[in-house]
């Protein structure tokens, strides 16, 4: 066998040179062997192939002295920009806009006045709501989100038959009816307008010089997101939502000027706070919102001031009690008693203070109207409420009406059923007529925000896809669909 250095100069013979054996027709090629092996297990070679691992798993070997860590080094966190403020985005999506400058401005719109409150003529028409009527609106948080005022120029409303009916209502009871107190309760099918019939009663009950004291959601009393405390001796435990009533109060003072021309007509000394003898009524009103931790009895003096009987020297003007989503008052609340059990709605003093008025437990000497409204948007299941207001409307349905039988898998609130008993009107809002759809149609048009042709045909598909003449079905599938 050939030694190592002769296989050397072997390896280093061209590929050409071929070496002749037997016969010079037979050739053998010999291999040739590289200098250096690539596949060793040298020192070098193994060194090399380490640290070339090591720099591609990006780690480093630690030099001699050198403090190694095994902690995993964290992201930089970059700037996203400023984060909301507290309220910020509550307040943006409860922002309504009243007044949008694109739309088409109306020309021959009228707006509405108390001489046009009980006008039939005026059936099927759009009237536009009176500037200081608006403001008053908007303190009162009458406005909803939902209801579109946003695309048109100015705020208006439609007039349906309904809309004259209260118009003599208020009427009647202006004039005649000092000492007589309507309860009622708005019903009907998710977009029949419930929500928009509260603020008409609204507009025209501040276009006669009454005073609104309107709750615009219930369930903003019922899901435990304000503070709490039992009032001393109640029996049962009336709770006491002290922020809440301040800044009821504060709507109750804004909306309704007419408490400064009010001032107080007795002294009230359960006041633990000095007020003087001719103070308006607005001012403490305005007192109370200021300081939460009097609002409560501050609201009490107030309520007593407004249903103390009307005199020459002490006016007191008809009120308007309005509450929207009546179905969160009728059950437990979100709230805890000390003993960790749900507290009932009616425990709670505002709610308490309403339902009273509403069941005729609590009457208004100087006359009013009490309205409430149902939700089926955001409303919890009563099997109570629904029963006692089937009843009432077949009671006084014109026409044959099959009430709501009781289930007996249900279990039904005796306090509920008690609240709303007989002397309470329901009254269900249907769709509009045609006639009112047109008119509704044609107010669209002339906005811009309707570019068809507004003829019989068309009024009458629109009504027809709309379940009926549904107002939130109408708008949703005329003007809503075209933006």
């Not at 297990?41 to 380490?50: E, F, G, I, M, R």
Request: glycine share 6%; with cysteine; charged share 20%.
């Amino acid at each position: 066998m050939a030694t190592k250095p002769y296989w050397r100069c072997l390896s280093q013979t061209s590929d050409q040179a071929l070496i002749p054996l037997r016969s010079p027709q037979t050739r053998l090629r010999l291999p040739s062997f590289p200098s250096k092996v690539v596949f060793t297990t040298s020192a070098s070679y193994s060194s090399a192939h380490k640290r070339i691992t090591t720099a591609k798993a990006g780690k480093t070997t630690p030099k001699r002295g050198e403090k190694q860590t095994f902690r995993k080094q964290s992201k930089k966190i970059t700037e996203k920009g400023r984060p909301p403020d507290l309220g910020e985005r509550k307040a943006l999506r409860k922002r309504i806009v009243l007044s949008n400058t694109n739309a088409i401005e109306v020309k021959d719109m009228q707006d509405l006045r108390v001489e046009s409150m009980v006008d039939m003529r005026l059936r099927g028409q759009v009237l536009g709501i009176p500037g200081p009527v608006v403001d008053q609106l908007r303190a009162a948080e009458a406005f909803k989100v939902s209801q579109g005022w946003g695309l048109f120029r100015r705020p208006g409303m439609l007039v349906r038959k309904e809309t004259v009916n209260y118009g003599k209502l208020f009427e009647d009871l202006s004039e005649a009816g000092r000492d007589r107190t309507v309860r009622r309760v708005l019903v009907g099918e998710q977009g029949s307008g419930k929500s928009m019939m509260l603020l008409q009663a609204m507009t025209m009950a501040f276009l006669k010089g009454w005073i609104v004291i309107n709750i615009p959601e219930a369930m903003d009393l019922t899901i435990a997101h304000t503070e709490y405390a039992p009032i001393p001796s109640t029996q049962p435990t009336l709770y006491s939502q002290k922020t809440y009533t301040a800044a009821l109060l504060s709507r109750i003072a804004h909306s309704n000027p007419i408490l400064s021309e009010l001032i107080l007509s007795r002294p009230h000394p359960s006041l633990s706070h000095p007020i003087q003898s001719n103070m308006s009524l607005s001012r403490l009103a305005l007192l109370g919102a200021a300081e939460p931790e009097i609002s409560h009895s501050i609201f009490l003096a107030l309520l007593t001031e407004l249903t103390a009987p009307s005199t020459s020297d002490n006016p007191r003007p008809p009120l308007l009690l309005t509450l929207d989503n009546l179905g969160r008052t009728m059950g437990l609340s979100d709230y805890l008693s000390s003993k960790s059990i749900p507290i009932h709605a009616h425990d709670l003093h505002l709610i308490n203070w309403y339902t009273s008025h509403l069941s005729g437990s609590s009457q208004l000497p100087n006359g009013g109207l009490v309205l409430a409204a149902t939700s089926c948007s955001n409303s919890l299941p009563s099997p109570s409420l629904d029963l006692a207001l089937s009843i009432l409307e077949a009671r006084s349905s014109p026409t044959p009406r099959e009430p709501l039988k009781r289930n007996p898998f249900a279990t039904y609130d005796d306090r509920v059923l008690g609240c709303v008993n007989e002397g309470i009107e329901v009254q269900r809002l249907e769709g509009v007529s045609r006639e009112e759809a047109r008119g509704l149609m044609e107010y669209w048009a002339k906005s811009g925000m309707l570019r068809r042709k507004v003829s019989e045909g068309f009024v009458g598909e629109k009504w027809a896809v709309s379940g009926g003449g549904v107002v939130g079905e109408l708008q949703r599938a005329t003007v809503r669909m075209s933006t």
